[in-house]
């Protein structure tokens, strides 16, 4: 946003190889992107009975607010949070439009079980296809939680983007960085490729591979969505940057810290994930991690290493938000019906060059 002018906002750049994925990937586009996500929105713990009945200060609103973060807490709910004083005007650059109701005097309602009418009989159908997403990024945050590291795949998935042996035809994904010159000779790009394979865990990421690597992935040259839950793993940089989608998901009912935590990951991951890529990215301020040597690699895993302990900590509090925020939308009955009969899109295939999930089922 541009200082002290509170309506004029700048969009994010769409060559800029660390803020791209923003656009590209989360649909955070225009003006519009930025704010979405500079708006308030009611964290969870507000959300979850307590003594008080009204928050007075800061510190009481900061307590309440990261109370969701304690795992004993019981998920027993308000009717909704009331922003007294709060007006249609506040929508125009603060709050969320969104799940909202505007009580006339009084100021402005948000309740997950209204929304999404949790209690509602006429909308038990919406509300049971209403969780289903929820239910989705709960078990691939839970199951990413669970799973073993892979420290071994050097961001190789940028590479696989880029590979174009002799007689294939030219990648198709290679169109993303394009106003970016490559560092590396295509040789380089190929041979880094073959040296050992790719051990890419990202479901999702297999679909911007050029066709050519297909049979180069050691985890298959054709997914499934629900292949998520088996593969996906804490050090992928890929995933933590999904964290972003999955955080805004909770959108209007997602804590702005947390939200600005994940977005921390989210870069991070997103700088180390340009920097490790065979494009040349240093006109943009970032550093080289040179992966298609032995040093490159080495330091790879050193910045993964440290970005998996960061993205855990983020990734647990986002486990928590979501496992309270369930209960509070959507009725038990609407969340027994979605777990048995999960939408057609989790058995959607990833392949090179594919189509996007909801065209390739």
């Known amino acids: 946003r541009k200082k002290n002018q509170e309506n004029d906002w700048t969009a994010l750049d769409q060559k800029h190889p660390v803020y791209n994925f923003l656009i590209e990937y989360y649909g955070l586009k225009g003006l519009k992107g930025p704010k979405q996500l500079a708006r308030w929105s009611p964290s969870v713990g507000l959300l979850l009975k307590s003594k008080r009945k009204t928050i007075e200060s800061i510190e009481e609103f900061e307590e309440a607010s990261a109370a969701y973060t304690t795992k004993n807490i019981c998920h027993t709910e308000k009717d909704g949070i009331l922003l007294e004083g709060a007006t249609d005007d506040d929508f125009a650059s603060s709050l969320h439009l969104r799940g909202a109701n505007v009580i006339e005097n009084e100021g402005v309602l948000y309740s997950p079980a209204v929304y999404y009418g949790k209690n509602d009989p006429s909308r038990i159908r919406e509300n049971t296809k209403s ?4 239910l989705w990024y709960k078990s691939v945050l839970t199951q990413t939680l ?11 998935h940028e590479w696989a983007m880029q590979y174009h042996p002799n007689g294939a035809p030219p990648p198709p994904s290679a169109k993303y960085q394009s106003h970016l010159k490559l560092r ?3 040789e380089v790009i190929n041979n880094a490729v073959e040296r050992r394979g790719v051990s890419c865990t990202h479901v999702d990421a297999l679909r911007y591979f050029a066709p050519a690597a297909a049979s180069l992935n050691h985890h298959g040259a054709s997914l499934q969505r629900i292949d998520q839950l088996r593969l996906e793993q804490p050090a992928c940089v890929h995933a933590h940057m999904d964290l972003l989608k999955i955080c805004l998901k909770l959108r209007p009912f997602n ?18 994930d340009v920097a490790a890529s065979p494009y040349d990215a240093s006109s943009y301020g970032v550093d080289v991690v040179p992966i298609e040597t032995e040093q490159g690699r080495s330091e790879y895993r050193k910045q993964q290493k440290a970005l998996m302990q960061h993205a855990d900590v983020v990734r647990q509090d986002l486990l928590l938000a979501y496992e309270h925020f369930l209960p509070m939308a959507f009725h038990e009955d609407s969340i027994r019906q979605a777990i048995d009969k ?17 065209k390739n089922l």
Request: glycine fraction near 6%; charged fraction near 25%.
């Open 146 to 156: 669970k799973a073993e590291p892979v420290l071994h795949c050097h961001g190789l």
């Open 255 to 272: 804590d702005p810290v947390l939200l600005q935590r994940v977005l921390e990951v989210a870069l991070k991951a997103r700088r180390l």
């Open 184 to 186: 590396v000779s295509r």
């Open 342 to 358: 999960p939408q057609s899109e989790r058995f959607a295939k990833s392949e090179p060059g594919g189509l996007p999930w909801r």
């Open 131 to 134: 969780a289903t997403p929820f």
